[in-house]
């Protein structure tokens, strides 16, 4: 089985400053990886995604996020944030075959102050 | 762009009450999802279809059943609403591709009293 831990819940930070945002894994097979956005009151829209290849992945509105198998780890950053980037940012994981199953985690609600 | 939509953004409904909330989808993608959003606990499976008439339980299923008879349309039902059941739930579609991203519609905030 796999499973998706995001270890902070909440990250504020100024804008204008650098962020981080965890997201470790565990699974016995190969997966995709995926990080989601929420901004208030809508859906889950994708930033960007993981397959295979290159293991730095460039996403939407800056962010980036970096596959490390060894670690197991699949960290989005940006360089710099803005106030509109405001919202809640989810990890997910699904397995590279035979399912269409994704395991989210709970979720990283990021405030971005003036 | 895909369009996932939910007819309800917000619902408040009695204890004991039936429920639907619907979804429906214009790019005929053959996934559906039912997800139900919590505080802390982040997107939780509740059920979805591959194909018309075609479902699979999620994670947490009990005290829910879908409905698929048309590609574009995914419906939830509770058959006797409980508090516990108050929550955001959100509907989701896919190529059915492997690997392809997940289309969320807005989502229905559903209060249960």
Redesign the interface.
Known sequence: AQSVT?LD?QVPVFEEAPVELRCNYSSSVSV?L?W?VQYP??????LL?Y?SGSTLVKGINGFEAEFNKSQTSFHLRKPSVHISDTAEY?CAV?R??GT???I????TRLKVLA | DVKVTQSSRYLVKRTGEKVFLECVQDMDHENMFWYRQDPGLGLRLIYFSYDVKMKEKGDIPEGYSVSREKKERFSLILESASTNQTSMYLCATQTGQGGEKLFFGSGTQLSVL
Request: aromatic share 30%; hydrophobic share 30%.
């Open positions: 995001q819940s995709y995926f989601y009151n809508q859906g889950l829209q994708l995604k397959l989810f699904i590279s075959s269409y199953k994704y989210f985690g709970t979720g």
